[in-house]
């Protein structure tokens, strides 16, 4: 069995339950407020809420960040196996440098101090010598 398999069946969930979702709720844009109060109305699980919903409404892009996940563990894999398990360490390394980056990059400028990756952060401009931790002002 390929270790392939998960990542493909991750990305096919994903583009199922997105299409699902969207023929479901196909024409709703135009909706009013009363149909949507009756809508998560009827959405509304007596004893656990809007979890279920909540769980449906998620898996697409959950499914498809797994697929992601998945594909980047297949190609380390296949990389060790070409190239050895150290160029593989320095292959990840890279990889994890990267989705730092991105996230450093793309975060908004005020942090929202309740988040993990605003707190880390926080604290990498403060060991950088910004003592607010607010970045450097362009």
């Given amino acids: 069995m390929s270790?392939?398999?998960p990542s493909i069946l991750s990305a096919s969930g994903s583009l199922?339950?997105?299409?699902?979702?969207l023929l479901k709720h196909q024409g709703l844009q135009d909706?009013?407020?009363s149909f949507a109060a009756r809508y998560l109305r009827a959405a509304k699980s007596?004893?656990?809420?809007?979890?279920?919903?909540a769980i449906v409404f998620s898996l697409p892009k959950g499914l498809y960040l797994w697929s992601i996940v998945l594909m980047v563990a297949h190609f380390l894999?296949?990389?060790s196996h070409v190239v050895g398990g150290l160029a593989m360490f320095a292959g990840a390394c890279f990889?994890?440098?990267l989705v730092w980056a991105a996230?450093?990059?793309t975060s908004p400028d005020e942090y929202d101090q309740s988040s993990i990756l605003s707190k880390l952060l926080?604290?990498?401009h403060s060991l950088q010598g910004d003592p607010q931790g607010l970045g450097s002002s362009v």
Avoid at 16 to 21: N, Q
């Fill in 3 to 5: 270790s392939a398999l």
């Fill in 16 to 21: 199922a339950t997105g299409s699902i979702l």
């Fill in 31 to 33: 909706a009013t407020a």
């Fill in 46 to 53: 007596h004893s656990i809420g809007m979890l279920p919903s």
């Fill in 77 to 79: 894999l296949l990389a």
């Fill in 95 to 97: 990889l994890t440098l």
């Fill in 103 to 105: 996230l450093y990059v």
């Fill in 122 to 124: 926080c604290r990498w």
